[in-house]
């Protein structure tokens, strides 16, 4: 018995140690991104990752809007460029988000090859850098969603950090912070979809 004991008491000892060390790691992607936003907190964002292995949903967002589904992809395009993307399936239909987790002064259009960001560095000084525009990425990924689900509704965001000012931003899609999500998913106006409907759609995107 003792020995049963001490070998279930190192295989918990083992696990929970493997927890810490991917949870170091998984913390500094988790800081200043997205994912606050979507799952409240970094526990249970941890314990989907890491525990459940399924990010797909949200005690956050099930609290917020009901039955959803949640798809995280990335595009990599010619320019070796990273737009990252988030879907969200709901009762609404589809909400889009193309994320962004740089911090600054953003300046430009969304004819624009790149931004402009201005921010402060930890030297005290503000330096300027040319940053991606995903808005083609973003309208592409668009008109996919689109052809495979042609009769739901589908909003679009760009989404990004609440230290990010875009108010010098011109985007043709409607930008937001990271903590207006979850009000932008709650005022859409659209036709209402059954939580059948709400998987069905999840499950048909991410067989494609």
């Given at each position: 018995?003792?020995?049963?004991i001490l070998?279930v008491?190192?295989i918990l000892?083992?696990?929970?140690m493997?927890?810490v060390?991917?949870g170091i790691?998984?913390?500094k992607?988790y800081k200043?991104d997205i994912?606050?936003?979507?799952y409240?907190g970094?526990?249970?964002?941890?314990f989907?990752?890491?525990v459940f292995?399924?990010?797909?949903e949200?005690g956050l967002l099930?609290?917020?809007?009901?039955?959803?589904?949640?798809v995280?992809?990335v595009?990599?395009?010619?320019?070796?460029?990273?737009s990252?993307?988030c879907v969200i399936?709901?009762?609404?239909?589809?909400?889009?988000l193309c994320?962004?987790r740089v911090t600054?002064e953003?300046w430009g259009?969304?004819r624009?090859?790149s931004w402009?960001?201005?921010?402060?560095?930890?030297?005290?000084?503000q330096?300027?850098?040319?940053?991606?525009n995903?808005?083609?990425d973003?309208?592409a990924?668009?008109n996919?969603m689109?052809t495979?689900?042609?009769?739901?509704?589908?909003e679009?965001?760009?989404?990004?950090?609440?230290?990010?000012d875009f108010s010098?931003?011109?985007?043709?899609?409607?930008t937001i912070?990271?903590?207006?999500?979850?009000?932008?998913?709650r005022?859409?106006?659209a036709?209402f979809?059954?939580?059948d409907?709400?998987?069905?759609m999840y499950?048909?995107?991410i067989?494609?």
């Open positions: 018995m003792d020995n049963m070998l008491a190192t000892g083992v696990m929970v493997a927890w060390f991917q790691r998984l913390h992607s200043g994912y606050a936003s979507l409240g970094f526990l249970p964002y941890f989907r990752y890491v292995r399924d990010c797909s949200s099930r609290s917020q809007i009901g039955v959803h589904k949640l995280f992809s595009i990599n395009n010619e320019e070796k460029q990273r990252r993307f399936f709901y009762n609404k239909g589809i909400m889009v994320y962004d600054g953003y259009s969304s624009d090859n402009n960001v201005k921010r402060t560095e930890a030297d005290g000084k330096h300027l850098y040319r940053h991606y995903p808005t083609k973003m309208l990924y668009l996919r689109a495979v689900f042609p009769d739901v509704h589908i679009a965001r760009m989404a990004f950090c609440d230290e990010a010098h931003l011109h985007s043709d899609v409607k912070h990271f903590s207006d999500i979850c009000a932008e998913l005022e859409v106006k036709e979809l059954s939580d409907e709400v998987k069905a499950k048909r995107l067989q494609k």
